[in-house]
């Protein structure tokens, strides 16, 4: 794993517990932006010891400092990702999967309509729920930075 965890959780200015490393191991191997419970099954694999309320907690600290985003999906899931480069969410109607994707010309859109508004764009991520046409392969950029 090369995803520099030593280095993020200095910055959040956290301590690198056992279970922290666990969870953030656990959300680097995973690419399909999991929920808490499934976050959850996959841990205990690796680590029996780890208990649902451990799992939680975790969770929403690392979300807090910024080592992981919470995502609030439209079908009412919360859903949990490493905090990476900006990149945008397109949901399968059908079967729920999460696929990502950017685009340059939205990104340059959205910071001249904010900027029109007297703000500068910190941080955004665009969420669509898509319908899938026929079987075409959907070319979406699995982003593995680490
Ligand atoms: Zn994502």
């Given at each position: 794993?090369?995803?520099?965890?030593?280095?993020?959780?200095?910055?959040?200015?956290?301590?690198?517990?056992?279970?922290?490393?666990?969870i953030?191991?656990?959300?680097?191997?995973?690419?399909?932006?999991p929920?808490a419970?499934?976050?959850?099954?996959?841990?205990?694999?690796?680590?029996?010891?780890?208990?649902?309320?451990?799992?939680?907690?975790?969770?929403?600290?690392?979300?807090?400092?910024?080592?992981?985003?919470?995502?609030?999906?439209?079908?009412?899931?919360?859903?949990?990702?490493?905090?990476?480069?900006?990149?945008?969410?397109?949901?399968?109607?059908?079967?729920?999967?999460?696929?990502?994707?950017?685009?340059?010309?939205?990104?340059?859109?959205?910071?001249?309509?904010?900027?029109?508004?007297?703000?500068?764009?910190?941080?955004?991520?665009?969420?669509?729920?898509?319908?899938?046409?026929?079987?075409?392969?959907?070319?979406?950029?699995?982003?593995?930075?680490?």
């Amino acid at each position: 794993m090369s995803y520099p965890i030593e280095e993020r959780f200095k910055q959040a200015k956290i301590r690198l517990t056992p279970q922290r490393a666990l969870i953030v191991e656990t959300l680097v191997e995973s690419n399909d932006h999991p929920d808490a419970d499934l976050i959850y099954r996959r841990a205990i694999q690796k680590d029996s010891s780890i208990s649902v309320a451990t799992t939680y907690r975790t969770l929403n600290l690392l979300g807090d400092v910024g080592i992981l985003r919470k995502l609030n999906m439209q079908d009412g899931k919360v859903r949990f990702e490493i905090e990476r480069d900006d990149h945008n969410h397109l949901v399968d109607e059908e079967n729920g999967r999460i696929h990502e994707f950017k685009n340059d010309e939205l990104s340059a859109l959205i910071n001249k309509t904010i900027g029109e508004m007297g703000y500068d764009v910190v941080n955004f991520r665009v969420e669509v729920i898509g319908k899938k046409r026929g079987d075409t392969e959907c070319g979406c950029i699995q982003i593995n930075v680490y």
